[in-house]
């Protein structure tokens, strides 16, 4: 498996991460073989976030890695705060107040029964943000050695800036989606100087400062489109790109799934993936992809058979 080196320390993480959003409705044994496939894998990187199932995700993590000690050391332990929930799905409210962040930090750990976190994001932006109360849960948990590395994720460039203002670690991720056909980060980057929809720059050119600043991007719903409207790959919707991707799985002997991991992982900016999928197969499939790395023009065949025009 590919490693990547995040943020400004170069720490080494497996390119591709398992997301674990969508495991509260499997059982313990069944998450105990997921973990194993994703080591077997090379997948070591694991995401999480207080929200998913209000805390479930995490607590029933937590009872796996219970039952093997020697299993935290063999992984790297991500989640994200600061999402209040409503009722169901819906968010009530962003909170990245000191105590809310203490208080669900401290809720997270005990829920994955661990002492510390290796990386904390904040989840969205808070439109109430107090950079300085930021800044004094962030030395609180550092301090306390609880979570050892910190990011964001969703946020801009002067969203980041704003906070580095106060925060003395260094932000070192931003969760953002990135797909085939999610493409906005780059779109903007290849529309210089065009009329077209695409050269408007809607996100303040993050991908370009995430690289200037040493801030290792990590793309989420790497196979849907839209917003969670579904999965493009076998989709047909979209003849023309699963053509393209599926002749390029022939010619490297992999997965669709594969082909739509490397395409990211192609990118220079040296992103992580995040699966969404507990599926096993797929996993194993998917985690083929960081073996794969494509030709300058497969990466471009792939981009405009999605339906993007190069100027």
């Known amino acids: 498996m590919k490693q990547i080196a995040i943020g400004p ?20 044994e069944a998450v105990d073989h997921l973990i194993k496939t ?21 607590a029933l993590f937590g009872k796996v890695l219970a039952k093997q000690p020697g299993l935290r050391d063999q992984i790297t ?3 994200k705060c600061g999402i209040v929930r409503g009722n169901g799905d819906h968010n009530k409210a962003f909170d990245f107040s000191k105590e809310h962040i203490l208080e669900t930090v401290n809720a997270s750990l005990q829920r994955l029964q661990t002492d510390h976190l290796d990386y904390l994001l904040l989840h969205r932006p808070d439109a109430l943000v107090e950079p300085e109360e930021v800044a004094a849960a962030f030395d609180a948990l550092y301090d306390a050695g609880k ?12 969203q980041i800036e704003l906070l580095k203002k106060s925060v003395r670690q260094p932000l070192e991720i931003n969760q953002l989606q990135f797909s085939i056909m999610a493409t906005g980060m780059i779109d903007a980057g290849i529309n210089v100087n065009m009329t077209v ?16 600043h040493d801030i290792t991007i990590q793309a989420w719903s ?12 076998d989709n047909p919707k979209f003849p023309e790109l699963n053509k ?6 022939t010619k490297y002997g992999v997965s669709n799934n594969a082909i739509a991991v490397a395409w990211i992982l192609r990118h220079p900016a040296e992103m992580q993936v995040i699966l969404g999928t507990t599926n096993l197969t797929r996993v194993v499939e998917s985690a083929k ?4 790395t494509l030709t300058r023009q497969e990466w471009y065949d792939i981009y405009q058979a999605a339906g993007n025009i190069l100027p």
């Open 244 to 249: 393209k991707i599926d002749e390029i799985a």
């Open 222 to 233: 790497p196979f849907q489109f839209g917003f969670f409207e579904g999965v493009f790959l």
């Open 147 to 158: 979570v050892l590395h910190f990011g964001v994720s969703n946020q801009n460039p002067l």
């Open 197 to 212: 929809e695409g050269a408007n720059v809607r996100d303040g050119s993050i991908l370009d400062y995430c690289r200037l």
């Open 38 to 58: 994703d080591l077997e894998n090379g997948v070591t990187f694991f995401d999480h976030a207080d929200v998913y199932t209000d805390g479930a995700c995490e």
């Open 9 to 28: 320390e170069k720490k080494l993480g497996s390119a591709v991460v398992q997301g674990c959003m969508r495991i509260a409705d499997m059982s313990e």
């Open 77 to 79: 332990l991500q989640t």
């Open 289 to 292: 992809g960081a073996d794969v």
